[in-house]
T-cell receptor, first 117, second 114 residues
Framework: AQKVTQVQTEISVVEKEDVTLDCVYE???????LFWYKQPPSGELVFLIR??????QNEISGRYSWNFQKSTSSFNFTITASQVVDSAVYFC??????????????FGAGTRLFVKA | NAGVTQTPKFRVLKTGQSMTLLCAQD?????MYWYRQDPGMGLRLIHY???????AKGEVPDGYNVSRLKKQNFLLGLESAAPSQTSVYFC?????????????FGPGTRLLVL
């Protein structure tokens, strides 16, 4: 069955610290997609990244980086040199392609990140 | 270029009333989605559409109906609202399904059912 577990419920760091948000997923499919989203206090959702199961390359985008490891079913997100503006709830999600050609997406419960100045 | 817009931003309904939430995107995206977010939880997919005239059920479709008569619009209907449908509703769109893509979200609609 599909499942997404975000290990940390809340993390608190001081500005400029590096922080890693863990995401572990379960799926029986060989084709699937993984996502990270950011939800700042204002409430809107910001798409950060999507990876497919056949692409295990790590990705870096500015201060953000993602580590995808199929062997451990993990898709972890690291923020380098955190800033106050990074304070938000971060969601990890898994999407499987169904037999009918559609797909279903499961979100983790979220990790709330507090970055103190 | 407005991106993804949602109407209304906030609504209060009484149990049993009906309403329609409108999502509009001006990016010519094929894929559109409706999610709900409950306090302290992640998003749950209600319905989605892979193109004009097509819709499909997501994780929590019961109590909702959708239509995609025009490519740019995706409507979410509640025929008989229940307090359990109190939530924040997000619409999203994307240009593709496979490979790497970007999903764009609307600002959300807060719905309170009394």
């Amino acid at each position: 069955a599909q499942k997404v577990t975000q290990v940390q419920t809340e993390i608190s760091v001081v500005e400029k610290e590096d922080v890693t948000l863990d995401c572990v997923y379960e799926t029986r499919d060989t084709t699937y997609y993984l996502f990270w989203y950011k939800q700042p206090p204002s409430g809107e959702l910001v798409f950060l990244i999507r990876r497919n199961s056949f692409d295990e390359q790590n990705e870096i985008s500015g201060r953000y980086s993602w580590n995808f490891q199929k062997s451990t079913s993990s898709f972890n997100f690291t923020i380098t040199a955190s800033q106050v503006v990074d304070s938000a709830v971060y969601f990890c999600a898994l999407s499987e392609v169904g037999y009918t050609g559609g797909f279903k997406t499961i979100f983790g419960a979220g990790t709330r990140l507090f970055v103190k100045a | 270029n407005a991106g993804v817009t949602q109407t209304p931003k906030f609504r209060v309904l009484k149990t049993g009333q009906s309403m329609t939430l409108l999502c509009a995107q001006d990016m010519n995206h094929e894929y559109m989605y409706w999610y709900r977010q409950d306090p302290g939880m992640g998003l749950r997919l209600i319905h989605y559409s892979v193109g004009e005239g097509t819709t499909a059920k997501g994780e929590v479709p019961d109590g909702y109906n959708v239509s995609r008569l025009k490519k740019q619009n995706f409507l979410l209907g509640l025929e008989s609202a229940a307090p359990s449908q109190t939530s924040v509703y997000f619409c999203a769109s994307s240009y593709g399904q496979g490979g790497r893509e970007t999903q764009y979200f609307g600002p959300g609609t807060r719905l309170l059912v009394l």
